[in-house]
């Protein structure tokens, strides 16, 4: 064998190698490395702002396919409005005021508090926690400052009565979803 003709192999086989290596690489990255964690920020595609709760089933940026958002914030409904800033108290940026005069929810405030959710049995299950202990979703990197409750936000829909990862920075009094997802009730109510 030439020389030439053994380099020509030679480089052959590192090519070969190489692009193996890279295809196993991408695959890796594809399905090894999770997209988020209960906490991490997610979005509803174009959904449109709720005045409480909303849960979207697929949401491919999140391990679980779920991402809340779950507050339940009233936008005044008193008021004929020409701008934002009317549509929220001091220093708030909660709701917009929007082309028929009237406040609703603001997409921005939607996505800020909108984050990766799992379905859960306990508040232990909500545990942001990865390998080694390490945070899945750093501090900074999340909306949530008071930690995760498992909690039922939805009384319709797929997800009726079923327990998920929810901030409690905000939870409102959830009484009466629990009581119509109680043992019993749950069956009357989901159907």
């Not at 409005?81 to 108290?89: G, H, M």
């Not at 039922?152 to 998920?164: A, R």
């Amino acid at each position: 064998m030439t020389a030439a003709r053994a380099h020509k192999s030679l480089l052959s086989v590192v090519q070969s190698t190489v692009a193996k290596a890279t295809l196993a690489l991408a695959a890796l990255t594809m399905t090894g490395c999770p997209n988020g964690d209960v906490g991490a920020p997610c979005n509803h595609g174009g959904a449109s702002p709720p005045s409480a709760f909303l849960v979207t089933f697929p949401a491919l940026s999140c391990n679980d396919l779920l991402c809340i958002y779950g507050e339940a914030r009233e936008a005044p409904d008193d008021i004929t409005c020409t701008n934002d800033a009317e549509c929220n108290d001091p220093g708030e940026n909660v709701f917009a005021c929007d082309e028929d005069g009237e406040c609703s929810l603001s997409n921005t405030y939607l996505l800020e508090r909108s984050m990766c959710s799992k379905k859960c049995s306990s508040d232990g299950d909500c545990n942001n926690s990865g390998a080694f202990d390490k945070p899945a979703v750093p501090d900074d990197e999340t909306a949530c400052q008071e930690g995760f409750k498992c909690v039922v936000l939805q009384t319709v829909g797929d997800f009726c009565c079923e327990s998920t990862c929810v901030c409690a920075d905000d939870l409102p009094d959830l009484t009466d979803i629990a009581n119509k997802c109680a043992p019993g009730a749950k069956e009357a109510t989901c159907n």
